[in-house]
């Protein structure tokens, strides 16, 4: 058996997602039944301190001897790293995968994947010019359980899909009405791209558009949008975002909900009581995904004309790593769902590929696209400092270091 095919990573930033993600790109490959590629974290950067990113590598537990750097420049220059994984908050997307592209870097980006489609467009502008890879970091995409359903739809089990309604909304309001958070959380604050939308709305877009943009036949279609969105009075980020996207060339409806004061499942993230998160209607049945829609594990399909109350229902888990440490003392080992997308990246590496099929850059501009339209509808606007799709290397976005 040939030996996997290894990338080396650096990861720009020091946060929760980006310490998940590296755990999980840390476990066996073989867990998940991956055997042809594998992931080596070679660098880590901080903007704040080479300390803080050398607590990161012993936090996450990091086999060999990455590098830690205090500043992002540091960590694209490192000639030893193939791709950088950006990992911070919406607001500095845009400016640290230019950094990374422009120091003739690969790159992984979190979703969402900019503030603004202008600058995603310059990002992708820059990966083409440079011949460098680039793919937004919607980890959803590539789930078995994503894969199958997007199989299901194209092989017309459920007849020609018709309408698809997603909801990603948490309840995250006090018995007051206040906010369980401060309003300087990430999630509020504008600064950093707050607001249900570019954070939770994005996984209700995924579901929309992976079945009735991506699962269609060329030519597709950019979809009519129509939005309705409040703000929370005290810092002006949208509070709850519900959208219905109209696609042309199929006559079909997309319906996408998000919002931070009612929850799409009230009793538990992920309880079946509170019926599906996304429901997938078509003219032989439906398929049900039961959420949160950022990491399913758990379908539902309902034929037409079948008997009442019988159904398929497919448990989908997310295989762990014994040898992992898990989370809150799970003894069955680590494992959470963002190694595949990662896998997905190495093998575009591996065969010269500068975008992943499942989403590309075309379709990542256009879920921009639908999101700067739903702000332009609901009054939303961001902070200049982060809107620009001007690069500058010293932007404080970067770490304020040349």
């Not at 979190?110 to 990002?123: H, I, P, R």
């Not at 011949?131 to 937004?136: D, G, K, R």
């Not at 607001?195 to 992976?210: E, H, P």
Request: glycine content about 8%.
């Amino acid at each position: 058996m040939p030996s996997p095919y290894t990338i080396r990573w650096g990861i720009l930033a020091t946060g929760g997602i980006a310490n998940t993600f590296c755990r999980d790109i840390l476990c066996d490959p073989a867990t998940r039944d991956v055997s042809d590629v594998a992931h080596e974290i070679v660098a880590v950067a901080s903007s704040s301190s080479a300390s803080r990113a050398e607590d990161f590598i012993k936090e996450v537990k990091c086999p060999g001897s990455p590098k830690a750097y205090g500043s992002y420049h540091e960590l694209v220059n490192d000639p030893n790293v193939d791709v950088i994984y950006v990992a911070t908050p919406h607001s500095h997307h845009f400016q640290n995968a230019m950094l990374a592209l422009e120091a003739g870097k690969n790159v992984l980006c979190e979703k969402a994947f900019t503030v603004n489609a202008a600058q995603a467009k310059k990002l992708v502008e820059t990966a083409k010019a440079k011949n460098l890879f680039l793919m937004e970091a919607v980890w959803t995409r590539y789930f078995p359980l994503s894969i199958k359903i997007r199989e299901m739809v194209k092989s017309g089990e459920i007849g020609e899909v018709q309408r698809v309604v997603s909801d990603l909304s948490f309840g995250a309001v006090k018995d007051d009405g206040s906010y369980e958070f401060e309003d300087s959380h990430r999630m509020l604050n504008k600064d950093l791209g707050g607001g249900a939308l570019l954070d939770l709305g994005i996984y209700a877009l995924t579901w929309v558009y992976q079945i009735l943009y991506h699962c269609q036949p060329e030519p597709r279609e950019a979809p009519k949008v129509l939005a309705s969105m409040s703000l929370y009075e005290k810092t002006g980020a949208d509070e709850m975002t519900s959208m219905m996207l109209q696609f042309p060339k199929t006559k079909t409806v997309g319906i996408a909900l998000t919002g931070l004061r009612v929850a799409t499942q009230p009793d538990a993230v992920g309880s079946p009581a509170s019926g599906p998160a996304c429901r997938i209607f078509g003219t032989k049945g439906e398929i049900q995904v039961i959420g949160p829609l950022y990491r399913p594990t758990h379908y539902r399909v309902l034929k037409k004309g079948g008997q009442p109350g019988v159904v398929e229902d497919v448990k989908c888990p997310i295989p762990k790593d014994p040898k992992r440490e898990g989370r809150d003392g799970d003894k069955e080992g680590w494992g959470h769902g963002m190694a595949w997308e990662a896998d997905e990246v190495a093998r575009c590496l591996r065969d010269g590929k500068k975008q992943s099929e499942t989403l590309d850059w075309k379709e990542s501009i256009m879920i921009m696209e639908t999101m700067d339209e739903a702000r332009r509808q609901g009054g939303l606007e961001y902070p200049q400092l982060i809107e620009t799709d001007v690069f500058d290397p010293k932007s404080p976005l970067n770490g304020g270091k040349s």
